[in-house]
């Protein structure tokens, strides 16, 4: 492999489960796109990534961890949804504080209706289907997803995933997040990102000079967490970049370094988002996946080399 040169990737597809990505070359898996496993149903069963890692081969993504097992790596999620939760585990009640409810939907793999492999490049195009804890169809998921611009010389790596959501209830849906129902600095809901443990404690920046803690709740075009791993003496970056033409552009952030690292462009931070009965929403999102510490200037660096 060659400076500048793509990747020769390679697949493997564990058919009703999982389609693993990695780089011929180094004989190294990027990243699993798991679509069939059946965790508990409280944890909300839906198809997430992980293990994601660098082209050096460190882990940037936790899978069930022991304060939050619905956490799933990188997943599409959604903490509120007209009284049910397709995020997992307890759900936020107003006046209340978490609670156990027996409210927890699920996001169950349809089929692919592409499945494009490359030498540099793997395309899949996913139907989900989200049914409400009680069992009816109320979202219809057209999920495009994409691992590219592997480059291993430069330790980095991009994956997107476009989502369209469209209501099949029969009514409308309601989008929230436990900001929406009056808990402070916790709006997430939509694509959310799990870091490991060792990544606890790491450094958020974000578009417009932004950085640190204070970043949740603001708006801003990206965003990137970087720290150091245990173990290896090596550290590694994830910079998640909504579509700049996205109707809610730039999004309001749900970030966290303490007590666990976690990066989320909120659907519905604070305020909720209405989807009308045959409405859909459409969101895309690049999580680029590099080596080493970054800085603010190497993003942005990286993103004008890198454009939509």
Request: net charge negative; aromatic share 10%.
């Amino acid at each position: 492999m060659t400076p500048g040169s793509p990747a020769r990737l390679r697949v493997r597809h564990d058919i009703g489960t999982a389609v693993t990505v990695g780089v011929r070359d180094r004989d190294r898996d990027l990243v699993s796109y798991v679509y069939g496993a059946e965790p508990d149903p409280w944890e909300c069963p839906a198809p997430f990534f992980h293990p994601v890692r660098t082209t050096a081969g460190n882990l940037v993504s936790a899978h069930r961890p022991h304060d939050h097992r619905w956490h799933k790596g990188v997943a599409m999620t959604i903490s509120h949804l007209s009284g049910d939760n397709f995020w997992g585990g307890y759900s936020y009640v107003r006046g209340e504080g978490y609670q156990r409810l027996d409210n927890v939907g699920s996001l169950r793999h349809d089929a692919f209706s592409r499945f494009d492999v490359g030498d540099d490049r793997i395309d899949l195009t996913e139907r989900v289907c989200w049914r409400s804890a009680g069992g009816r169809h109320w979202i219809s998921e057209q999920r495009d997803i994409a691992v590219h611009d592997v480059d291993g010389p430069a330790g980095t790596w991009e994956l997107t995933v476009a989502t369209a959501l469209t209501n099949v209830s029969g009514g409308r849906l309601e989008i929230g997040s436990p900001t929406v129902f009056g808990r402070e600095a916790a709006g997430y809901s939509g694509f959310f990102w799990r870091g490991p443990r060792d990544l606890t404690g790491g450094t958020i920046l974000a578009a417009g000079g932004l950085e640190g803690p204070g970043v949740m709740g603001r708006r801003a075009a990206w965003l990137a967490y970087t720290g150091p791993h245990d173990v290896v003496d090596a550290a590694s970056t994830v910079v998640v970049v909504p579509d700049p033409a996205a109707d809610d552009s730039p999004p309001v952030w749900f970030v966290r370094n303490e007590p666990f690292p976690a990066v989320n462009p909120s659907l519905a931070f604070a305020e909720e988002v209405a989807l009308a009965a045959g409405a859909t929403l459409r969101r895309r999102y690049r999580l680029v996946v590099a080596d080493g510490a970054w800085d603010a200037d190497r993003v942005e660096e990286y993103l004008k080399e890198h454009p939509w």
